[in-house]
């Protein structure tokens, strides 16, 4: 069983459709982190959390907005969307913001079709 | 230039075989190196560090050489249950507004067969 979960593990939504993502830690993380995979490219970090405050928008688009209620949530608002999102979306928690161990810890994903 | 540049492969090899992998990083103030390894439709998992000194966890080998800005995993001795994505991680100098973030390559995918 992962120390971080991520729901829904499947979502297919049209464009103008509004959905969340939601992410939760059990390890006691003082950081959290969302990725986007896609096919062929590197990870591309796009929101970053240290103790709820967010210290990290990578030039996300507006129409992905994160929120970070406590230490152990993390969620990813997804709004009016495109069909190049589609995408793993990949919630991550580390002990602390430096992850001076370059461990972090994922969830299995949130794997998003957008029609 | 990509921050993280890895030979996306795939690296087809039999069980048994010796199987390297490069990396190259752009950025020459990065601080700390390590791989991952990613199981098809599974999230990536530290796989280790990597040294100055080179080290060895088993019958994986991973080297630094910050001149050239080049890392390198060696595997031997490779088994089926190998196969998977190995991704190369590059992290930056914390200090100042810097708090060490991490840049991901997109991964090198090998399949070890019987």
């Known amino acids: 069983e992962t120390g971080v979960t991520q729901t829904p593990r499947h979502l297919v939504m049209g464009m103008t459709n509004k959905k969340s993502l939601k992410c939760e830690q059990h390890?006691?993380?003082?950081?959290m982190y969302w990725y986007k995979q896609s096919a062929k490219k590197p990870l591309e970090l796009m929101f970053v959390y240290s103790l709820e405050e967010r210290v990290e928008n990578n030039s996300v688009p507006s129409r992905f907005s994160p929120e970070c209620p406590n230490s152990s949530h993390l969620f990813l608002h997804l709004h009016t969307l495109q069909p190049e999102d589609s995408a793993l979306y990949l919630c991550a928690s580390s002990q602390d913001l430096r992850v001076y161990t370059g461990e972090l810890f994922f969830g299995e994903g949130s794997r998003l079709t957008v029609l | 230039r990509k921050e993280v540049e890895q030979d996306p492969g795939p690296f087809n090899v039999p069980e048994g075989a010796t199987v390297a992998f490069n990396c190259t990083y752009s950025?020459?103030?990065?601080?700390?190196f390590f791989w991952y390894r990613q199981d098809c439709r599974k999230e990536p998992k530290l796989l280790m560090s990597?040294?100055?000194s080179g080290n060895e966890d088993g019958r994986f080998t991973a080297q630094l050489n910050r001149a050239s800005q080049y890392i390198s995993l060696l595997i031997r001795d490779s088994k089926l249950s190998d196969s998977a994505t190995y991704l190369c991680?590059?992290?930056?100098?914390?200090?100042?507004?810097?708090?060490?973030?991490?840049?991901f390559g997109q991964g090198t995918i090998l399949t070890v067969h019987p």
């Open positions: 990597v040294y100055s």
């Open positions: 991680v590059v992290k930056e100098r914390t200090g100042g507004t810097s708090y060490g973030k991490l840049t």
């Open positions: 950025n020459s103030a990065s601080q700390s």
């Open positions: 390890l006691g993380h003082n950081a």
